[in-house]
């Protein structure tokens, strides 16, 4: 698991240019046909030796990023092995990862109904969805990035809370200058402080 202060790597990876930007916005959220129900592919996750395997289907990964397309249809060494290692990111960030993949849906602890308030569940949740969103950088999903933001911005409307000042700088060690998380986050903030409160 990566720490909080991790290096201007990650940063560099929240960076994109007009080209992959535009790549980013042509990827299609076409309906998922399951042609080739048996075609799965392996997430390979977190840093234990052997990793986590998550299995999933190949259409679904390929028709939601274009990095996986790239990956499991080009010439790459993953199309013949059919894995992508992905042994940065944590098993609670894969399956919200897999979660959204399926069902363009996160189920959020924090925002169910029978959400009982845990401040170290609560760090550990906006951990995730902090390591989603940059994961989500990575694999070039801006449809993911945007629910993300958007399961962080419900968390805090609902529980009236900012996110720990860690996760705040976990925010700032994973992302670049200008990326929507940074500016999100920080209007946020921004938004829901009053003048007194920066004495």
């Avoid at 720490?3 to 998922?32: G, H, W």
């Avoid at 129900?37 to 274009?66: A, F, T, Y």
């Avoid at 399956?95 to 550990?124: G, I, P, R, S």
Wanted: include cysteine; glycine fraction near 4%.
């Amino acid at each position: 698991m990566e720490t909080p202060n991790a290096s201007s790597e990650d940063a560099e990876k929240s960076r994109r240019s007009p080209k992959a930007e535009r790549a980013r916005k042509k990827a299609r959220m076409d309906a998922l046909t399951f042609s080739e129900p048996g075609s799965l592919v392996k997430l390979l996750v977190g840093q234990d030796n052997p990793p986590i395997e998550l299995h999933i289907h190949k259409e679904v990964v390929c028709q939601r990023s274009p990095v996986f397309r790239a990956a499991f249809c080009g010439n790459f060494s993953e199309a013949q092995s059919h894995t992508y290692p992905l042994r940065h990111i944590d098993e609670s960030t894969a399956k919200l990862l897999m979660q959204w993949l399926y069902t363009q849906k996160l189920v959020v602890a924090q925002l169910k109904d029978d959400w009982t308030e845990d401040a170290k569940l609560a760090d550990e949740e906006d951990r995730t969805l902090i390591d989603l969103w940059v994961l989500a950088d990575e694999l070039q999903m801006p449809a993911l990035q945007n629910t993300t933001i958007k399961a962080i911005h419900d968390v805090g409307e609902k529980t009236e809370m900012l996110m720990s000042n860690t996760n705040k700088e976990r925010i700032l060690n994973k992302t670049a200058d200008g990326s929507q998380l940074r500016l999100y986050i920080s209007h946020y903030i921004a938004s829901t402080r009053e003048p007194g409160d920066y004495k």
